[in-house]
């Protein structure tokens, strides 16, 4: 394990709101990560290796980040995923997000333009809230 905590030990201590690997309960083995931004967007991350995919485990480890957040008092957290990664988005539904708009952008590194589905979760009771700044910045 220590071969996983020094190569990702950097990440973990970016300043971020709350970063979390995600592990087997089995053997505690790190097979992807959550993070969330601390101001702005709560930008709700994710990846998972892709052997590990469509099993739940980011539905689960998810649903607990979200009781940790709101347990906090982060008021909402955004996500997005490209259009053609729509699985990614049946994860943000499945962890009670709401799709609000979509928009374009300028994906780097590859330099070639993305549209981007946004959807959103208000933590705090908020149900008429949107973060608009993707939306404001480009849009389609």
Same mark, same amino acid.
């Given at each position: 394990?220590?071969?996983?905590?020094?190569?990702?030990?950097?990440?973990?201590?970016?300043?971020?709101?709350? %970063?979390?690997?995600?592990? @087997?309960?089995?053997?505690?083995?790190?097979? /992807?990560?959550?993070?969330?931004?601390?101001? +702005?967007?709560?930008?709700? +991350?994710?990846?998972l290796?892709?052997?590990?995919?469509?099993? #739940?485990? =980011?539905?689960?480890? /998810? #649903?607990?980040?979200?009781?940790?957040?709101?347990?906090?008092? =982060?008021?909402?957290?955004?996500?997005?995923?490209?259009? %053609?990664n729509?699985?990614?988005?049946?994860?943000?539904?499945? @962890?009670?997000?709401?799709?609000?708009?979509?928009?374009?952008?300028?994906?780097?590194?590859?330099?070639?333009?993305?549209?981007?589905?946004?959807?959103? @979760?208000? @933590?705090? #009771? %908020?149900?008429?809230?949107?973060?608009?700044?993707?939306?404001? %910045?480009?849009?389609?």
């Amino acid at each position: 394990m220590a071969f996983y905590k020094s190569r990702y030990e950097s990440v973990y201590t970016r300043k971020r709101a709350y %970063n979390y690997a995600v592990c @087997l309960k089995t053997d505690n083995y790190p097979i /992807g990560y959550i993070n969330v931004g601390a101001k +702005g967007a709560y930008d709700f +991350g994710y990846a998972l290796r892709k052997e590990f995919w469509r099993n #739940g485990y =980011i539905t689960e480890a /998810g #649903g607990a980040v979200i009781e940790r957040l709101k347990k906090d008092g =982060i008021p909402y957290i955004t996500a997005t995923h490209d259009i %053609n990664n729509p699985k990614s988005g049946k994860v943000m539904k499945r @962890l009670n997000m709401i799709y609000q708009y979509s928009y374009e952008e300028q994906w780097q590194p590859k330099n070639y333009l993305v549209t981007f589905r946004m959807y959103q @979760l208000n @933590l705090d #009771g %908020n149900g008429s809230r949107v973060y608009k700044e993707y939306w404001n %910045n480009t849009n389609i």
